[in-house]
């Protein structure tokens, strides 16, 4: 099949068109055909090696992290999906492989796509729908009448973070520059801060949560929004305790890795808030109630470019701009 993939750790120019072998299915795993997969800023991270640490890969690796395609064929054991399903998912980070034309993933990692969505929407959802379901819902249980920052609102996370937090009935503030402010607006957000010209720490009090996909200052002053008793939320900040104990990684990166959040938090409690990293996983159960959201027309994807497959490296290029409005897919599939 064809494939993009790395045989080493760089940049743009190690990701290169290939023959790779079909995936073997095992007893628990489904084949599936991709149709579109979606790029993400993750994919750059791996791309560069700067988590080998962490996801420790084999090379040469086939890229990509998101995707919705057809089912061909189940192993013994899988229940849920039979050949012909129209499925999506962001497979387990042990798995990935989404820039080709076909992926084995687990059955639980798997949920039937959104019956609304064509192939090129549903493949820009899983990665950032769980990361922001995982960070709204599961870290921050934010609640009907609460107060959320979420920076970014026009990225691949905020955009479908926006809508998730207005579903769940908050009040909602977004970092963006001024091009974007009308359309992440109409996504749901109620204040939209130009972070080019004004500082959302001068402007924003007593929020209850902060969802930071910035890292660095931007995670810094986000302490000084919340309330006494808030959550900041990092999925780019440093990693905490708790994420390196649960990592696997050898003992010394666990404890580097703890070291790197003590300045955070440090500072979180000295602000009485909480600090929580979040890396997200595959989960397909929260992928089918995320499918529910979409086909209720609570929550739409919002797409920037789609690029054709053998343009996969232009995609990664396009997003390491870090000027996306949304989601960058890729059609696999003609
Ligand atoms: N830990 C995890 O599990 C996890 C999961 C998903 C993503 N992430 C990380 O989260 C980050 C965001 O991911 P993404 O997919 O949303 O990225 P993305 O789609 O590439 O984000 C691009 C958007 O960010 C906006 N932006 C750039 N700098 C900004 C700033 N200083 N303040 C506010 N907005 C800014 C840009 O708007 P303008 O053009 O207006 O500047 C653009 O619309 C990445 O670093 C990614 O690796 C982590």
């Known amino acids: 099949m064809k494939a993009f993939v790395i045989d080493r750790y760089g940049s743009s120019n190690v990701v290169r068109a290939s023959e790779m072998p079909e995936p073997e299915l095992r007893d628990d795993d489904v084949l599936v055909q991709i149709h579109a997969a979606s790029v993400n800023p993750l994919d750059l991270k791996i791309r560069s090696g700067a988590l080998k640490l962490v996801l420790p890969y084999r090379l040469p690796l086939i890229l990509g992290n998101d995707l919705a ?104 503030a977004t970092t963006t520059s001024a091009a974007n402010r009308d359309w992440v607006k109409r996504l749901g957000a109620d204040v939209v801060i130009d972070y080019k010209h004004t500082d959302f720490e001068a402007v924003l009090h007593d929020y209850d949560v902060v969802l930071d996909t910035q890292g660095g200052a931007t995670l810094m002053k986000s302490i000084s929004v919340l309330k006494p008793g808030g959550k900041l939320i990092s999925i780019s900040g440093p990693p905490d305790p708790d994420f390196a104990r649960a990592s696997g990684a050898p003992w010394f990166v666990r404890v580097a890795m703890g070291m790197l959040s003590y300045r955070i938090r440090k500072l979180a409690k000295r602000h009485q808030v909480s600090y929580v990293f ?57």
């Open 69 to 172: 395609g057809v089912v061909v064929r189940v192993g013994a054991r899988v229940r849920s999906f039979k050949p012909g399903d129209e499925v999506y998912t962001r497979p387990g980070q042990d798995r990935i492989g989404a820039f080709a034309e076909y992926i084995a993933v687990r059955e639980d990692t798997l949920a039937l796509k959104p019956a609304t969505l064509n192939m090129e929407d549903a493949a820009s959802i899983p990665l950032v729908g769980l990361t922001g379901w995982q960070a709204l819902i599961e870290k921050a249980n934010l609640k009907k009448g609460q107060k959320v920052l979420i920076h970014a609102g026009s990225g691949g996370v905020g955009t479908f973070a926006i809508q998730l937090a207005k579903h769940l009935g908050a009040y909602i």
């Open 278 to 334: 979040l890396f997200m996983s595959a989960n397909g159960e929260q992928l089918q109630q995320i499918a529910e959201l979409i086909d209720a027309g609570t929550i739409r994807a919002v797409v920037d470019k789609i690029f054709p497959f053998a343009s996969t490296p232009e995609a990664l290029d396009y997003v390491e701009t870090g000027r996306a409005k949304g989601k960058v897919v890729i059609k696999v599939c003609a």
